[in-house]
């Protein structure tokens, strides 16, 4: 069955899922990184990790190398006035069913590539005792850049992650390339000992750098500025909004309504949502997509509904959609009356609703609505 659309620019949820298929958390930040985003990206991971059921020592490995890989996109990305390529980075947390995946992209001059892939290559040698004394050596003896670090932030990372690194460099031109540094947290294993299980290996093997691309390709070609999937609360909004308010260049007034509206969308969720993916944790599982296009930010929100919920809620949203002004307060303020979320997005976006219902099985549909703001 295809979807049922008012619009192509709302099956961008259901396109995203199929690169999110079977994660209990994703979020996607694409767009230019500095102290105060990467504290704002911080919190909003943090809230969820710490959350999870998982170990205490996992989280914390998780979370140290997030830092760090932040760390290394503020330090180290290069800024151009023009150029006719996305110059903007990209943060990546992803946790599948074994494994914590993180991954961050920037531009870095070609003239730099050779020793930074010198270095990782060098880590990627190492074992967990020779990666202690390496760092030991790089600590006593190394040389600090302009720009921090000797290496050692690398090494904490390997050490931390138990794995090796995955990286490439995608040249742009003769001057810039965009690194891609790819690791990624074992769920379960906590000494190095460990051995992992077949299912464990499968699933790292099957998360290439490759898929990565195709995300960030992805992301920029539909302007995507963040995606969160994963469980919603009034503390990941605010997160969310915190760091939109940093990236999006537009009057207080717009961002008040914008915030307005995640909130409308959380009621949304939480009236309509469902829960199928593999997370554990308790809470409204749904998603967040922001975009920027020319004049008009646009705000998707999915999450999974009953099959049994599709007719009569396009019906509710066509009914809305096509009342007037003062029918919309009427439906706001009727307390007995259905549709009242969406009632106050239409007027608070002043634009109606496009919506999408696509069909996962025989039973569950992704459900999600845009609303469109002009900047």
Do not use: W
């Amino acid at each position: 069955m295809s979807p049922i659309d008012t619009n192509s620019n709302t099956e961008i949820a259901y396109k995203l899922s199929k690169y999110i298929s079977n994660d209990s958390l994703e979020y996607i930040y694409r767009g230019n990184v500095n102290s105060a985003i990467a504290e704002n990206i911080l919190s909003l991971a943090e809230n969820n990790i710490s959350k999870s059921r998982d170990k205490i020592l996992i989280r914390k490995r998780v979370y140290f190398i997030m830092v760090e890989c932040l760390q290394n996109i503020t330090r180290h990305q290069e800024t151009i006035t023009n150029g006719n390529f996305d110059q903007k980075g990209l943060f990546i947390l992803k946790k599948k069913k074994y494994s914590y995946y993180i991954t961050s992209a920037n531009l870095i001059k070609n003239s730099t590539i050779e020793s930074l892939k010198s270095k990782i290559e060098k880590i990627n040698t190492l074992n967990s005792e020779s990666l202690k004394q390496y760092s030991r050596q790089v600590l006593d003896n190394g040389t600090f850049s302009s720009k921090g670090g000797a290496g050692l932030g690398l090494i904490e990372m390997a050490r931390k992650s138990g794995r090796k690194f995955r990286y490439e460099f995608n040249q742009i031109n003769d001057t810039y390339s965009i690194f891609y540094l790819h690791l990624s947290i074992p769920i379960n294993k906590i000494a190095e000992n460990e051995k992992e299980t077949k299912e464990e290996i499968k699933e790292y093997e099957e998360y290439t750098i490759e898929k990565i691309k195709q995300l960030h390709n992805f992301t920029s070609s539909n302007d995507i500025l963040l995606n969160f999937n994963g469980i919603l609360n009034q503390e990941n909004l605010k997160n969310l909004m915190n760091i939109l308010s940093k990236q999006i260049t537009t009057s207080q007034t717009l961002k008040t309504r914008l915030y307005n509206i995640m909130v409308e969308i959380l009621q949304n969720i939480v009236l309509h949502a469902i829960n199928i993916t593999t997370n554990e944790e308790k809470g409204n599982y749904g998603m967040f997509i922001i975009r920027e296009k020319e004049n008009k930010l646009l705000v998707t929100a999915a999450n999974y509904i009953p099959k049994d919920k599709v007719e009569n809620l396009k019906t509710l949203i066509e009914k809305i959609n096509n009342s007037d002004k003062d029918t919309r307060n009427q439906i706001i303020h009727n307390t007995q009356e259905q549709g009242q979320g969406l009632a106050t997005l239409i007027n608070k976006s002043k634009n109606k609703l496009k919506y999408n219902f696509s069909e996962i099985n025989q039973e569950i549909y992704l459900y999600s609505i845009t609303v469109t703001l002009e900047k």
